[in-house]
């Protein structure tokens, strides 16, 4: 078989093989993504072995993909895989984000809402006090006790008519029964009110120890506790109390490890504590675990891609310049002469 000698291959590109440094690097940033995911699954499934198991793969997956890559860039056959590599990193992208937000965010926003929350009842009894108080007349009754006390004292010290007279004595009783029902009202409120006081005070005095721990399971624990507490001794404030009102409370936070709480922080200052900037820094570094070993292999690669892109458009105009071109061939005529 002959071949023209006039027809050239382009050159291959030389073949850049990956180093061992940086495929233990995909490797290393793979264990990461695995713990990771891993965590920020975990409070999902409630299995840490189930969760370790599913985050393994999806990590095998992307690092199989990765070590792949620098061949597929020679081949010029990434773009398929990078897609692959995308599809399968954002789920664990997700899960590296639940698991930030919820590791470095916990504390803070579970102390915030624990803190609203004993404000809150300390502010019920307060109010609660001022209700009541209004209920049993304490301070109508105090006035009027008060001055008819004057008035019969006054009596007593006339001038005209002073000590004990007539006037004086119903002045005095008066004032008596006006003292009588005063104290029979104090008495009534001090029974109402009393015991609210004693059990909102043994749980500011609990939910106070909780908050000195800094742990934010017990946040989460004590919780539900002042919650619970708040809303009994409102209703039992409502329901005794025609002047009092109340707006029932619960545990904003109850979800938080979730996706759907993480998720949400995105979107809400109570999810998220006020602050979105963790919610930012969270994101960021749940995408660059699994898209930082991308993107270097992508910079790393571009030359190969772009070499391959020009080597296959030479070869392209090398053989377009090849093939014949509408040639047309006369016939060969020749003269003799005889």
């Not at 209004?134 to 006054?154: F, G, M, P, W």
Request: some cysteine; hydrophobic content about 40%.
């Amino acid at each position: 078989m002959h071949t023209n000698s006039f027809q050239k291959t382009p050159p291959k590109a030389p073949e850049t093989k990956q180093s061992a440094l940086f495929n233990l690097a995909i490797i290393i940033m793979g264990t990461v993504s695995c713990y990771t995911t891993a965590m920020g699954l975990e409070p999902m499934l409630g299995s840490r072995v189930f969760s370790i198991a599913v985050a393994a793969a999806l990590s095998l997956v992307m690092v199989a993909i990765a070590l792949q890559l620098p061949k597929a860039f020679q081949e010029n056959r990434q773009t398929g895989m990078i897609l692959s590599y995308v599809f399968v990193a954002s789920f664990s992208v997700l899960l590296n984000y639940n698991f930030i937000f919820g590791k470095f965010s916990s504390e803070k926003i579970l102390y915030k809402e624990l803190e609203a929350h004993k404000d809150a009842l300390s502010d019920l009894i307060q109010k609660g006090e001022t209700a009541a108080k209004s209920h049993y007349q304490i301070e109508t009754l105090a006035v009027d006790a008060k001055e008819k006390r004057t008035i019969a004292n006054e009596e007593y010290q006339n001038t005209v008519h002073p000590g004990k007279g007539k006037i004086h004595r119903e002045k005095d009783q008066a004032a008596r029964l006006a003292e009588s029902q005063l104290k029979t009202n104090q008495d009534n409120y001090a029974a109402f009110i009393t015991p609210i006081n004693e059990e909102i005070d043994s749980i500011l005095t609990n939910t106070t120890a909780a908050m000195g721990q800094s742990d934010w399971a017990a946040y989460s624990d004590m919780i539900p506790v002042v919650t619970t507490a708040y809303n009994k001794i409102g209703s039992k404030l409502s329901s005794q109390l025609r002047e009092f009102t109340h707006d029932a409370r619960r545990f904003e936070n109850r979800d938080i490890g979730q996706l759907s709480h993480s998720l949400g922080s995105m979107f809400s200052a109570k999810k998220n504590g006020g602050d979105p900037f963790a919610v930012a820094v969270a994101l960021v570094l749940a995408i660059l675990i699994d898209f930082i070993i991308l993107f270097a292999i992508i910079v790393l690669n571009r030359p190969a891609a772009s070499e391959n892109k020009k080597q296959k458009k030479d070869k392209k105009a090398f053989q377009g310049f090849l093939a014949p071109k509408n040639i047309t061939q006369e016939p060969l005529i020749i003269e003799r002469n005889f």
